[in-house]
Structure formats: C-alpha cells, structure tokens
C-alpha cells in the first residue's frame, strides 16, 4: 500500500519560493462552491475497484464510496461492526458470524444481504464467477492477504454471513475492515465486467458520478447512507501536481483538505493562521536493516552499537522536520500494543564504540548501506537518510559506501540471500494488526520477502503464533509487547523512526479526523463552517 | 503532388516503426518493472509472478513486440498497465487540453513576437531596440516553473484575477465533445462557461508562450534586418517603393521562411506536452500523461503516447513545408 514517491513534483524546490512569499492576498477567486468538500490530491487514481487496485490516491476515494463488514474505530485501527451489526467468533477461532445490517442499500439499488454479499466474496475467490476478478485485469490487491485462510463462506440466512477459516487468524476483522476489502454491488460489477473499476458502486457516504483522469473525481452525497446523511452535498478531489499550487488552492479556498500536504510547504502552512495542520502518529517504521546472518552482524553487540551509534532526534530535527517520531519499538506508535515503556537506544557514541570493540570489531570496519533512489511513504527523504546514518556511524570507526539504486532493484538486492550489506527498510502497515509490522518484519517464515534482514528467533516466531491464534486482545497486546521486548534488543534494525501521517486542512472544515490508514472514512461527518 | 504526398507517408511509416522500437527498447532497459512498482514491499515472489502473468510481462520481449505491433496495426495500443484503460484512448483524451494550450500559447506568441520583432528591426540600433531585445533575453532563458508559480502568486493568490489551476471551476459538468474547455463551452451554449474556461488559460497560455515569444521576436528581428540589407531590397527602395510596401512585400516576405519553420518547431515541441506547464496548473495535459506512465513504467500508454507526438510531429512539419510554398513561389514550382 506504500506509495512510491517517485511522484513529488519535479518542481519541490519551487516550493520554497511560495512558503517564503508571505503574499497576503485571499481574494478567491473560484472558490469551491457551498456544500462541496474539496480534497487536494497529488497523483492520479488507478480506478476504483477495491481488491483490484493498490495505491492510497485510489484508496482515499474508495474509502467515502465503499464501506467493509467491519470498520476501524475513528482515529484508530481498533476495528469494530461496519456494514455489520454485530458478529462472534467461535471458541476455536475458526468460525465468525457476521449478522448484516438491515436496510442498507448499494448506491444502484441493489439490497445488502447475505446473498448478495457473498456473491461479491465469490467474484473474489470462485474462478467460476462470471464476473471473477481475476478476468477482469490485473489484481494488485489483498485477496490473498484477507481470504488466503479462509475454508469457506456461506450465507447462512437472509442477514448472516458465515466465514469458516482453516486456521486460526486473529488479524482476520481488521483485515476486513480495510478500505481495500470494500464491498462492491455484484449487480453493478456483472453490469461493468471490465469497467467496473470505473464505474464504482457501493454502500458508502458518497456517490461515484465521474473521474476526469489526472483532473478530478466527483461524487454527491448519498441521501440513504446507513450512518447519516452526509453534511455535504457534494464532494471533489482535485489533483493539485504540484506542492505550490496546491498550497495556493489551500489558502484560496479552491481546497479544504490536503491529502497529500507536503512536507517542504509546512512553513508557509504554519504561518498561515487560517490553516491548521493536523497530525498523528504514521502507521508506518523506517529505519536500516543489519543482515543478521551476515558477520560481523551475527553478533548482537555489534547490532546494538550500530543503534547506540545514531542520533534518531538529530535525524528527525534536521531531516524531517521534526514530523517522525524516533523509534523506540519495533511497532509504530500508532498501534494497539505499542509498549511506551520501552526505552529504544538512546544516542551513545561512546556505549557503542565499547560494543563494538567487545565484539572484536577493529575501527576501519567497511560496510556497504544499500538505499532505494527516491522518497517513499515510509521515509519520505529517501536515500538522504542512508547519508545521515553514513555520517553517523563514520564517528564510531565504520567506513559506509552508500549505494543508491531503483527500488524494483533494491527490493531484488536485499531480497537475495546473497547479499551481505545493510539497507534501508521499511514498512507501511496493511490492516492496522500488529503481527502486520512484526511477524511481517520479525518471523523468519517470512524470510527473506519482508523479513528481509533474514531475523530468526524461534522465541519471537513461537508468540506470533500464538497471537494469531489467541481471539482474546489482551493476551495479544502482552504477547506482542513481550516480542517488542526480544526483538528491540535483538536490533535486527538500526530502528530509526517513524513518520507521522500530516495534512493541512482549511479552518471551514469541521469534524474531520485522521486515520492511521491515512484514508477517507467517516466523510460523512464532516461540514464545511 | 501525388508523389509528395506518398513520399510523406512512407516517410511517416519509417518514423513510426523506428519510433516503436525505440521506445520499445527503451522501456525495457529502464531498471525496475510496473509489477514492482505497483506492489511495493509485499510483493511475494507468487503475486509477482502472477501480476506479471496478467500483464503479458512473463512472454519474451520479441514475442510481446510482436503483440504489441499486431495490435497496434489494427488500432489496438493495449491497455495501460496501471489503470486497465485503453491506452490509446488515454492520450486522445489527454492531447486536446496540450493542444489548446499549445494554441493560445502560439497565437500570444506570434501575435505579439512577430510585430515586436518587426519593430525592433525597424528600429535597428534605438532604444525601442534595446528595449525590445532585452527583455527577450530573459523570455528565452527564463525557467518556466519559476514564471508559472510567479505568475500563479500574482494573479491567483495577490489579486485574486484568475484561479489557481485546472481546466474548469471544480465540480463543473459540461458536455465533453471536442476536449478544448473553451470550444465545449462555445457549444454547449452557456456564455457564462466560456468566460471561465478562457479564465483558466491565459495564465498556462501565457507561460507556455514566454519562450517562443521571446525566440519569434529575436528570430523575426534577425531575418528582418539580415533581408533589409539584402539587393532586391536595395533595388526596390531604389526604384522608389513606398517603404510600407518595401517591408511587407520584400523584407517580411522573405524573412517569414525562417520564422514559420520556428513556429512549427514550436508548435512540435509544445504539442509532445509542456510538462511543467501542466504540472503546475494541474491541466490533465499529454505531458503530465507521459511523465505518470514513464515513472510508472506503463509501456503500453508510452508507446501510444510516443507514436501519437510521432504522427503530431511530421504532420506539423508537413504543414511547415505547405506554408513554405505558399510563401516562396520557387519552392512551389519545385
């Protein structure tokens, strides 16, 4: 789901000179018009079909067109009853029975039950489907992620659904809850076939009218939304390219919410009192990964002082303008079960040349750091961050070469079991779960695709599993807070930081709150003052 | 005629073709792939492969060459590999708001360039001179990004004359029928529509046409003064013409050979997409179109939109060599 920031504007640097242009100005001159919401946008959506596409421009719109069985608390990614009213779980974790909400309607007519709802399921995973979405294009989506456990569904009357799993999967309702697991009209994708993605039809706050590609997106309020009619009548987002002209729009008036603020503009945001800059800790972790089966990285000291080596404040300060939080888990502070009591390294030059030394490690040590060529949703400086760190562990007696390569060849690199350096990493979490950053990141069944610095534990690998299979939530905070524990000071990663999610939005907007996800949900509760 | 116009398309085909395979070529050299790309960090080896599969990338180069070409001469460019549309469908939808603005941009640029060329020639040496040429040193080397945003803060956010960006007032439904904002509100038939489209132009326009603005007027002042010190100007001032006629019938004349040629390398470039330009007044232009698919690695869109500028390009010049006739009877006797 990270977004490959390849795409900030070529035009960043000009930036610099609308925020330093204090012009005062604020004749609005096409201002939006009264009760259409306008959301600032950088890229181009990809379409609209939630398990077939994969990219946040295409997610944020989804998310106001489509609701999921169940949804995330507001602010949170504590799931609870979405286009459900109410669902259990068997003893065993196998069996969960969700019972539908009564009249909720698809935004083309069509009843939510149990029937058609599990005809939208089975145009994911029945190849018999006549609208089987695998035939429709290429699937990018979390089909796999969400369903890959599943044994079987059935509608097990006019308003219950059943999903039977082979094993149990704890993660399973937030996964439901993502926007990608949206749930479509069967009549509209059996109407659309191909064109489904551009034809979107939901349950949600806000009505699909007409995507004018890299221009953009129109919806009117849905009247008969479930959980209230929206605030607004309509709602736009507009693609804005370029960071300065869509700050321009912000302080016109053209825009309410910033979708994708930039973080070089936040200057001029700030000192516009009219604006207000939202944030909240990222459901997202950047920091570089030690290959653990490697020397000298096999020995934990080593690993330790490498971490001890780094100033993460200084690093925040200076190059993400304080808008990332040091790491001081493995698991951003943004999830369920982050333990705060965890102390993360602290900035010791001196603990980490002892380290390194009772190690047996000899100043002079060459080591190569790998970084991928360009921003990402995770570290948005990109390799600038493998420079820092260069400098930092030059000062402990590590000689680094950094080398910067594109990130499809990146990937293919750190993948390899061949490959012996440190690199960047990073993760953007799926489902908001937990075992979404750690066992994705930590559990050595997922060497070396997201375990990538090929971590093995079988102490951590042994609490996954019983996570996932434990339907209690406070067994699961205490047994991925005692993971945190293990993998914190195994320090398979320099942990470095953990971006906040940022956006501008414009004073009129009332009752609008972010979301770990960084998505849309809840629009319906938002106003324009 | 007939051998001209024959001659021009097969030329038209080679060009095609070479296009196609350099792009091709291209595309497949540059590091990284769309199913890497669209996938990120959880691409499995199995979702790779399978994406891969759905996007035909798992058949060797030569054999998806081929497809692409069989396709592509029956008018099938493929689908774009990032959002599953038709690839050729994408840039035809995109060229109108590239060919719009290269228009306005053009007309402001020889509507003013040609006459101020013309002036400062005249004025040879002066400081109506000197006033003229100065200024289009700058027009010439001025970055359009910075003039854009300039020009953005003024209008936009200080007085408050124009709008940001975009090609209509956000949320407006008008018909589309020909793409040109400001030709679709002419026929939808509400006076009120046209305003605004003409509203959000000028400003793109008028950035765009800083460069060619600027080449014209210098380019037009050059001819001029090198085809007034030419002998059949010399004779004709000497067999006493009135010097109005003089200029219009022997010097500009002459010296619009060089300029048209200019104006239609213009019209070529600005046509493939003004990047920049479209990027800062977020217009849904052919260049912000190809920019998206090259970073995003979606050939089928590239190619269309390669060979597309390729067809653009020599039916431009093509019009270039009509208008040399039409200026030089020699050319047209040829």
């Given amino acids: 789901m990270d977004r490959n920031l390849t795409r900030r504007s070529v035009l960043l640097g000009s930036g610099l000179a609308v925020s330093g242009i204090g012009l005062a100005g604020r004749e609005a001159k096409a201002a939006a018009p009264q009760g259409t919401l306008v959301i600032g946008i950088a890229a181009d959506p990809t379409g609209f079909d939630p398990e077939a596409v994969l990219n946040n421009t295409s997610g944020f719109i989804m998310a106001t067109i489509f609701d999921s069985l169940m949804k995330y608390k507001p602010g949170t990614t504590d799931p609870m009853p979405g286009l459900a009213q109410s669902y259990s779980v068997s003893p065993d974790g196998l069996t969960y029975t969700f019972t539908l909400r009564p009249d909720v309607g698809f935004h083309d007519g069509t009843k939510l039950n149990a029937k058609t709802y599990i005809a939208g399921i089975d145009r994911l995973l029945n190849k018999a489907n006549p609208s089987y979405i695998y035939n429709t294009g290429p699937v990018e989506g979390y089909i796999d992620f969400t369903y890959g456990s599943l044994a079987s569904y059935t509608a097990k009357d006019d308003m219950t659904v059943v999903f039977v799993l082979k094993a149990p999967n704890a993660p399973f309702l937030t996964s439901l809850a993502m926007v990608w697991n949206g749930v479509v009209s069967p009549a509209a994708a059996a109407k659309y076939g191909k064109d489904f993605r551009q034809h979107p039809v939901g349950t949600g706050p806000f009505i699909f009218r007409e995507w004018r590609p890299r221009d953009s997106i129109l919806l009117d309020a849905n009247p008969a939304y479930w959980n209230g009619k929206p605030k607004v009548e309509k709602l736009v987002f507009q693609e804005y390219p370029d960071p300065s002209a869509g700050l321009l729009a912000l302080k016109n008036g053209d825009m309410h919410i910033w979708a994708d603020t930039n973080s070089e503009l936040l200057p001029a945001i700030r000192a516009d009192h009219e604006l207000t800059l939202l944030t909240q800790p990222g459901l997202a972790v950047s920091g570089v990964g030690l290959p653990c089966d490697t020397p000298p990285f096999t020995d934990v000291r080593v690993r330790q002082a490498f971490n001890y080596a780094v100033d993460k404040v200084a690093i925040d300060r200076a190059l993400y303008q304080g808008l990332a939080a040091p790491m001081t888990s493995p698991l951003p502070a943004s999830e369920w079960s982050f333990d705060p009591t965890l102390p993360g390294y602290a900035y010791d030059p001196d603990k980490a040349k002892s380290l390194l030394s009772a190690a047996g490690v000899k100043p002079g040590l060459a080591v190569e750091l790998l970084a991928y060529d360009s921003g990402r949703g995770y570290n948005p400086v990109g390799p600038d961050l493998a420079v820092a760190v260069q400098g930092y562990l030059q000062k402990i007696g590590v000689n680094v070469t950094v080398r910067k390569i594109e990130f499809g060849a990146y990937l293919t690199t750190i993948r390899s079991a061949k490959y012996q350096g440190m690199f960047l990493v990073g993760w953007t979490g799926d489902n908001g779960d937990p075992d979404n950053f750690l066992n994705a990141l930590f559990g050595s069944p997922n060497i070396p695709i997201t375990d990538t610095v090929r971590y093995r534990n079988p102490a951590v690998d042994a609490i996954f599993i019983k996570a996932l299979q434990s339907n209690d939530h406070q067994t699961r905070v205490k047994l991925y807070q005692q993971a945190q524990r293990i993998i914190l000071d195994d320090a398979p990663w320099i942990f470095i930081n953990s971006v906040l999610q940022v956006r501008a939005v414009s004073d009129q907007v009332k009752g609008y709150q972010l979301n770990p996800t960084q998505m849309f949900f809840d629009m319906e509760k938002v106003s324009l003052g | ?334």
């Fill in chain 2, 1 to 334: 005629m007939g051998d001209y116009l024959a001659g021009r398309v097969g030329q038209l085909l080679i060009v095609l073709f070479g296009v196609s395979v350099v792009v091709f070529v291209a595309m497949h050299l540059l590091p990284g792939d769309v199913a890497t790309l669209l996938l990120g960090d959880r691409a499995t080896a199995a979702s790779l492969v399978r994406l891969r599969h759905q996007l035909g990338l798992d058949q060797p180069v030569i054999v998806q060459y081929w497809r692409f070409l069989r396709g592509a001469l029956a008018g099938d460019f493929g689908t774009s590999l990032r959002d599953n549309r038709p690839a050729l469908g994408e840039v035809l939808a995109a060229f109108p708001v590239t060919l719009q603005l290269t228009l306005a941009a053009l007309l402001i640029a020889v509507a003013i360039g040609v006459p101020l060329g013309m002036l400062a020639a005249l004025s040879e040496g002066t400081w109506v001179d000197t006033a003229i040429t100065t200024p289009t040193l700058f027009g010439v080397s001025m970055p359009v990004f910075w003039l854009g945003l300039m020009a953005l803060l003024l209008f936009s956010e200080k007085l408050g004359w124009l709008p940001v960006g975009g090609v209509m007032p956000i949320g407006t439904t008008m018909p589309r029928i020909t793409g040109l904002s400001v030709v679709d509100a002419v026929l939808s038939g509400r006076p009120a529509l046209v305003g605004e489209a003409l509203s959000y132009l000028v400003l793109p326009a008028a950035t765009l046409a800083t460069i060619p603005l600027a080449l014209i007027t210098r380019i037009t002042r050059g001819e001029m003064l090198a085809s007034m010190h030419l002998e059949h100007v010399r004779t004709a001032r000497a067999k006493g013409l009135p010097e109005g006629r003089v200029i219009r019938a022997h010097v500009l004349r002459n010296a619009l050979i060089p300029i048209v040629t200019v104006i239609g390398l213009q019209l070529g470039l600005l046509l493939s997409g003004a990047v920049l330009t479209e990027t800062i007044f977020s217009l849904p232009g052919l260049g912000r179109l190809m920019v998206d698919a090259i970073l995003a690695r979606d050939y089928p869109v590239v190619q269309a939109g390669a060979l597309f500028v390729a067809v653009v390009f020599v039916g431009v010049n093509f019009a270039v060599d009509l208008g040399y006739a039409a200026l030089d009877p020699r050319i047209r006797r040829r």
